[in-house]
């Protein structure tokens, strides 16, 4: 199944990286040869890890760089679009996938949340297009969501479950309504986790290892929302009380944190320092 992944960050890389380990050939599209090669470079880390670690990886799929979009996808089977969570920027992409991908071409948005149906309409092929939210590190995390809209085609959507299977992921399929399954409820817990926080209930310490001692959660919710991103976490926040109400209303000291660019691990300083 050749495999286009759009965007060689974080998400894009590991998606690249696991269609190579099922034998897949792929190219990463970037915006520049300069992204494109930071891409790559993502790649042979997680394959460097894999090897030391003793994976056999004799049938890795090629690996191709790119950036022409309308080029490169001409003769791609899947095309996975794994840019930042941006609607704007999704919906030129998917614009630019529906006048150049064939007619068979499974058009997947690796997107946490946002509208499947509005990416389907920009791309003016909304039976071919599809929702695949992979996790954060993609080697290890085992789920995919597999958002179908109203106009997503029962050929796309087996073929896109197909995609995540080969690629050793086990599947979920859920409506195309925002956040889906688990942005919608894992948002509430970081919200609330960061409200506990903010009252003085807990050091940031203790209400993580409360959580994983008690809840036997891998993470803490505070070292979570580190990992993801306090500016991603308040995005979202922001657009599932547009769609929810204020359920969904971010935490004062989250919009706080934000304003004053304490983001987490990106920026080196959220809830922890880094």
Known sequence: MRTVVVG??????????????????????????ELCEAGAQRVAHYEERARAKGAALEDFGSLDLGT???????????????????????????ATLGGAASDTA???????????????AASGRPMQV??????????????????RSTETSDPTLARAMEFAHALGKQTVEVRDLPGFVTTR???????????????GVASAEDLDTAMKLGWNHPMGPLELADRIGLD????????????????????????QMVAAGKLGRKSGRGFYRY
């Open 130 to 147: 599809v929702g695949t939210h992979f996790f954060n590190p993609v080697p290890a995390m085992r789920l995919v969501e597999v958002v």
């Open 185 to 199: 409820l894992g948002v509430v817990l970081l919200c609330e986790a960061i409200r506990t926080y903010e009252q």
């Open 106 to 120: 499974v058009l997947a948005s690796n997107t946490s949340g946002l509208p499947i149906e509005v990416l389907g």
């Open 232 to 255: 991603t976490i308040l995005s979202i926040c922001d657009d599932l009380r547009e769609a929810f109400g204020d359920a969904f209303r971010a935490p004062p000291l989250l919009r």
């Open 8 to 33: 060689g960050g974080i998400m894009g890389a590991g998606i690249a990286y696991e269609a190579r380990v099922a034998g897949f050939p792929v190219t990463i599209v970037e915006a520049t040869p």
């Open 68 to 94: 022409d979009l309308a080029a490169v996808v001409a003769d791609a089977d899947i095309v996975v679009e794994a840019v930042s969570e941006d609607l704007d920027l999704k919906s030129r992409i998917f």
